[in-house]
T-cell receptor, first 115, second 113 residues
Framework: AQSVTQPDIHITVSEGASLELRCNYS??????LFWYVQSPGQGLQLLLK??????LVQGIKGFEAEFKRSQSSFNLRKPSVHWSDAAEYFC?????????????FGAGTRLAVHP | KAGVTQTPRYLIKTRGQQVTLSCSPI?????VSWYQQTPGQGLQFLFE???????NKGNFPGRFSGRQFSNSRSEMNVSTLELGDSALYLC????????????FGPGTRLTVT
């Protein structure tokens, strides 16, 4: 069955350090992939997306992600984390079924940033 | 351009009651999807509406229903509320079908007592 796995439930980094959040998907065809961020008490904000083409995609707030088909991964990276990046991050894949599409989310990774 | 709006933001209901949540999509967006977010189950897809028709449905009981109006605004209804229905209900809109990038509202926090 199609699924998204985020292996890390919690991650803590120091401000200014680099960040990588892992995402693995299980999907037979070429996936549509997304990363969203959710601050406490807020909805989800789209960080970036991959549909096709260049496997390294740039997003908002200095984030980027790399699609690696051979590893079924779509990891999110940021070279230098800011305290305001503390939030929960969700990876998602679009499940396409005869024109009926829905987003399947991973369980999320909660990021804490130490000053 | 205004974002996705959801009303009310917070709601407290009693078991057995019913509730209606409202979502106004971004202007020009025709698809509205609903998700339930809980600490135990995470983000789960409820249903998607496009052009006033339900196009896709998740694995939720029939107590959960929705509709979409001609102006693309959508409502979600939950009847005979159970304690387990306590959750953050998120609405997302997109230009086209659910495979497009979706923009989320702030959610409605429902507490069932």
């Amino acid at each position: 069955a199609q699924s998204v796995t985020q292996p890390d439930i919690h991650i803590t980094v120091s401000e200014g350090a680099s960040l990588e959040l892992r995402c693995n998907y299980s999907y037979g065809a070429t996936p549509y992939l997304f990363w969203y961020v959710q601050s406490p008490g807020q909805g989800l904000q789209l960080l970036l997306k991959y549909f096709s083409g260049d496997t390294l995609v740039q997003g908002i707030k200095g984030f980027e992600a790399e699609f690696k088909r051979s590893q079924s991964s779509f990891n999110l990276r940021k070279p230098s984390v800011h305290w305001s990046d503390a939030a929960e991050y969700f990876c998602a894949v679009v499940l396409r079924n005869g024109g009926y599409n829905k987003l399947i989310f991973g369980a999320g990774t909660r990021l804490a940033v130490h000053p | 351009k205004a974002g996705v709006t959801q009303t009310p933001r917070y709601l407290i209901k009693t078991r057995g009651q019913q509730v209606t949540l409202s979502c106004s999509p971004i202007s020009g967006h025709r698809s509205v999807s609903w998700y339930q977010q809980t600490p135990g189950q995470g983000l789960q897809f409820l249903f998607e509406y496009f052009s006033e028709t339900q196009r896709n449905k998740g694995n939720f009981p029939g107590r959960f229903s929705g509709r979409q109006f001609s102006n693309s605004r959508s409502e979600m209804n939950v009847s005979t509320l159970e304690l387990g229905d306590s959750a953050l209900y998120l609405c997302a809109s997109s230009l086209g079908r659910g495979g497009d990038e979706q923009y989320f509202g702030p959610g409605t926090r429902l507490t069932v007592t």
